[in-house]
């Protein structure tokens, strides 16, 4: 792992991720330890937290993990609560799970529906439910994963759209309510970034060459510059910043 910009202010500081085994979660939690963060994270794929875990050994005493289905609430909001008596406090929390499964809009059921925002919104108002206590005390920083997807809408996928809208609503009512007690609360809305995950699904070969002819900057997005993002966003350098939903996209709205 590399360092590619420092923040003094983050070290120490700790950070609670959501879906923080794999892709941008991991490039996140990656990202936060290299500034000096205390890092706590929650994902259901226990195996990919474990590799990671290992992969990190050498900051074992910066992490904790513990296995979460998010759409269980309360054990998502226990989980938080541990973290910050884990780690006494809480600073930063980034509401990253997501899933962009696709249906057919005409044939989505209830369930499928439901579950989508189950997964995609439910969690970071929860998340955020149980972390502002802890971020009132000393301000904070609250991230919330939306997408250029709730902008530009996309075939298939108008739970995923729908749940992302809802985290832009999200953001602007959080920071118009806690942003007195010196909490900042802003939305990153990637563009198509190239996780394992969308490499082995959605993102083939003629969906890059696609992407590359509609943004300006003719690059793929990697998760360690999702990341990037969210550190600047976290850090006292964004002070003034809040309410915000903040594109990276290459150019591509």
Not at 51 to 71: G, I, P, T
Not at 121 to 144: E, M, T, V, W, Y
Request: overall charge negative.
């Amino acid at each position: 792992m590399s360092l590619s910009a420092h923040y003094p202010c983050l070290a120490h500081k700790s950070v609670f991720i959501t879906g923080g085994a794999t892709g941008i979660g991991a490039a996140m939690v990656r990202a936060f330890l290299l500034q000096g963060a205390q890092v706590a994270f929650v994902d259901l794929d226990n195996a990919q937290a474990e590799k990671l875990l290992n992969e990190l050994s050498e900051f074992s005493a910066q992490l904790w993990f513990r296995c979460v289905d998010v759409r269980q609430l309360t054990h998502l909001q226990q989980a938080i609560n541990a973290a910050a008596e884990h780690f006494a406090g809480l600073s930063v929390l980034i509401n990253n799970v997501a899933n962009d499964k696709r249906f057919d809009t005409e044939h989505i059921s209830v369930d499928e529906w439901q579950n989508c925002l189950q997964i995609n919104l439910d969690p970071a108002f929860f998340a955020s439910q149980a972390a502002i206590p802890f971020l009132k005390k000393q301000g904070g920083a609250i991230i919330n994963f939306s997408s250029i997807n709730a902008i530009t809408g996309q075939p298939n996928m108008a739970g995923y759209v729908t749940a992302k809208a809802g985290l832009i609503g999200l953001t602007k009512a959080l920071a118009r309510d806690y942003g007195g007690y010196g909490i900042r609360v802003n939305a990153i809305l990637p563009g198509w970034v190239a996780t394992e995950r969308q490499l082995e699904s959605w993102f083939t070969a003629e969906e890059q060459q696609r992407w590359l002819e509609t943004t300006c900057i003719k690059q793929f997005i990697q998760p360690s510059d999702v990341a990037n993002l969210a550190l600047f966003l976290a850090s006292e350098q964004s002070a003034l910043i809040t309410g915000q939903g903040i594109n990276i996209d290459a150019g591509r709205i």
